[in-house]
């Protein structure tokens, strides 16, 4: 096996994980999904080969994750119970994925990890961003612009909650106290934890699987996942630390700023409404799958498995691959905080309006 | 009537308590940070050592994670409470 490939750090890259890991934090802390979707192709996109780049994003991914869990929990947004039996699942899903990986590595190097990566994040991100998106606008046009609008449980979630399977139900409190077989929650932990192992990110699978397979609120859904992240992360680490792919002062800069962004995020989600969520999270998706587009000819190439590419070319690739990533991050960045600042607007003029009227039904 | 001052005091009783919760927890981030530059090596041929086969330290990298998280946790919470920044109560 090659020796493990770390980045050097210098003032330069010290910043700029720095800065990746602010807006990615902010990103995770908002839409639950770890936010190591943006933060895996960025390590990459800075040097590291793809192996390590998923393996420090767990190690940095399942503290915050903790962080974030435990203040969302406070404003009621967590179902544990829900988020403990999916992690529990998905742990095995990280041990197949991690040995995989691991696998993949030793035949085809640290380019064979790039290209499996890259693979795997554009055929998940291409299905559930566009879904995600789809559904935002759909809600958004049949009344989801209302605060407080009532949550419509899918047609899928509908069905899978009418399915008793007796020995196997457990009742949820982020869909009422309804029951579900854990049958079903079983599949969708593994395929969580597989994913979370091939691309650091498991939410992708885990936050539409709640909502739409389970028919959990987004919302709850998106903080529900933080307690999944925490528990297959924390697994996923152990594993891959064990193979010294970690590399902790990478994930630790990157945790320096994603806990400031983090606590933004959080607290971004209580001024927004459901709707607001899946649209920003469908966009960043959509924008980071062409991200990574750009730079398959390049590993393509490296592998032998096409005709090799000019160095001006792939160069040139690479770069258009980065400013890709770094207006998804921007624009993901800018539409959370418009969004906490025109709630923030909005509540404080609810709250005076409210008081005006006291005061005049006082007088 | 209540004189200005005594309405501002709680307000200002409480913003004293955060700020100085993200000092502390900021100065404790701090040095967590200068020790991971200062044995930036160290880590990094402890990572080459597990590769190879040493897994006497392999779990070093989780109690790092975390240490820096619970610490740096604490202080970016606090940090934006300081500055002002809350979730809305519904």
């Known amino acids: 096996m090659e020796a493990v490939n770390f980045l050097d ?32 192709p960025a390590m990459m996109s800075l040097g590291a080969p793809g192996v390590i780049a998923v393996a420090s994003n767990m190690a940095h991914k399942f503290p915050k994750a903790l962080v974030a869990s435990i203040k969302r929990n406070k404003y009621g947004q967590v179902d544990i119970k ?39 994040f554009i055929v998940v991100l291409a299905l559930v961003g566009g879904y995600v998106l789809r559904d935002a606008f759909r809600c958004k046009r049949e009344g989801g612009d209302v605060e407080g609008a009532e949550h419509i449980t899918p047609r899928l979630a509908k069905w899978v909650q009418s399915i008793n399977i007796p020995g ?33 990110v498991g939410g992708f699978i ?97 592998l032998d498995l096409i005709s090799t590419i000019s160095e001006g070319t792939s160069s040139l690739l690479s770069n258009i691959s980065f400013g890709t990533l770094a207006l998804a991050l921007l624009s993901g960045a800018f539409a959370i905080l418009a969004a906490l600042l025109k709630g923030i607007k909005q509540h404080k003029k609810q709250q005076a309006d409210a008081e005006y009227a006291a005061s005049v039904a006082e007088s | 009537m209540t004189k200005p001052a005594d309405k501002l005091a709680p307000g200002r009783k409480m913003l004293s308590t955060a700020t100085l919760y993200t000092i ?56 934006w409470e300081a500055l002002g920044l809350k979730a809305k109560k519904k």
């Open chain 1, 206 to 302: 885990g936050v539409p699987a709640m909502m739409y397979v389970l028919g959990v609120p987004a919302l709850m859904a998106s903080a529900t996942e933080l307690v999944v992240a925490f528990v297959m992360g924390m697994g996923g680490s152990l594993f891959y630390a064990w193979e010294g792919f970690v590399d902790i002062r990478l994930a630790m800069i990157i945790l320096a700023g994603s806990l400031f962004g983090v606590q933004i995020g959080a607290i971004g989600t209580t001024y927004v409404r459901d709707y607001t969520v899946k649209m920003i999270m469908g966009m960043i998706m959509i924008i980071v799958l062409f991200s990574r587009l750009f730079e398959m000819p390049v590993y393509l190439s490296d």
């Open chain 1, 82 to 120: 829900l988020g403990l039996i999916m992690g529990i699942f998905a742990e095995i899903g990280v041990f197949v994925g991690k040995e995989f990986m691991t696998n993949i590595r030793t035949n085809f190097g640290d380019t064979g990890t790039d290209l499996y990566v890259s693979v795997v």
């Open chain 1, 168 to 200: 196997t139900m457990m009742s949820f409190h982020s869909i009422g106290g309804k029951r579900v077989s854990v049958l079903f929650i079983a599949p969708l932990g593994f395929a969580t934890g597989l994913l979370a192992a091939s691309i650091a």
């Open chain 1, 9 to 40: 750090l210098n003032a330069t890259t010290v910043f700029l994980l720095f800065l990746v890991g602010f807006i990615g934090g902010m990103v995770s802390g908002f839409i639950g999904s770890g936010g190591a979707f943006v933060l895996t």
């Open chain 2, 24 to 79: 502390l927890y900021g100065c404790l981030s701090l040095g967590l940070y200068i020790l991971l530059f200062v044995f930036n090596d160290e880590i990094r041929h402890m990572a080459e050592a597990t590769s190879r086969g040493d897994k006497t330290l392999f779990f070093i990298p989780i109690i790092i994670a975390l240490v820096f998280s619970l610490v740096h946790g604490a202080f970016t919470g606090y940090f």
